[in-house]
Nanobody
Framework: QVQLIESGGGLVQAGGSLRLSCAASGRTSSYVRMGWFRQAPGKEREFVATMYRRGGGAGYADSVKGRFTISRDDAKNTVTLQMNSLKPEDTAVYYC????????????WGQGTQVTVSS
């Protein structure tokens, strides 16, 4: 069974940085895309960033463009999210996700890690 385990969340002041990591139990090279989503209290889960395998490129939500960077290391079976210039509105539980292309959408999810940005 595939497991995705996030780490790196925490409390940071506005303007600060955090680096989230996601370790996969299987080979990440088998996932056509891996991504990050977030869910703030009282809000629906939203897309943050995604990265395709084998140099297929990355995509970001407009709200994080220029501040967040996603990367994946298929040799280490990890995907990371570098978050800079954090804002209070970035406060949320962040989830790692993977898509093995079996159902055409992200079908594996981590348990989430809390990110809190204080003003």
């Amino acid at each position: 069974q595939v497991q995705l385990i996030e780490s790196g969340g925490g409390l940071v002041q506005a303007g600060g940085s955090l680096r989230l990591s996601c370790a996969a139990s299987g080979r990440t090279s088998s996932y056509v895309r891996m991504g990050w989503f977030r869910q703030a209290p009282g809000k629906e889960r939203e897309f943050v960033a995604t990265m395709y395998r084998r140099g297929g490129g990355a995509g970001y939500a407009d709200s994080v463009k220029g501040r967040f960077t996603i990367s994946r290391d298929d040799a280490k079976n990890t995907v990371t999210l570098q978050m800079n210039s954090l804002k209070p509105e970035d406060t949320a539980v962040y989830y790692c996700a993977a898509d093995d292309q079996s159902i055409g959408q992200y079908n594996y999810w981590g348990q989430g890690t809390q990110v809190t940005v204080s003003s």
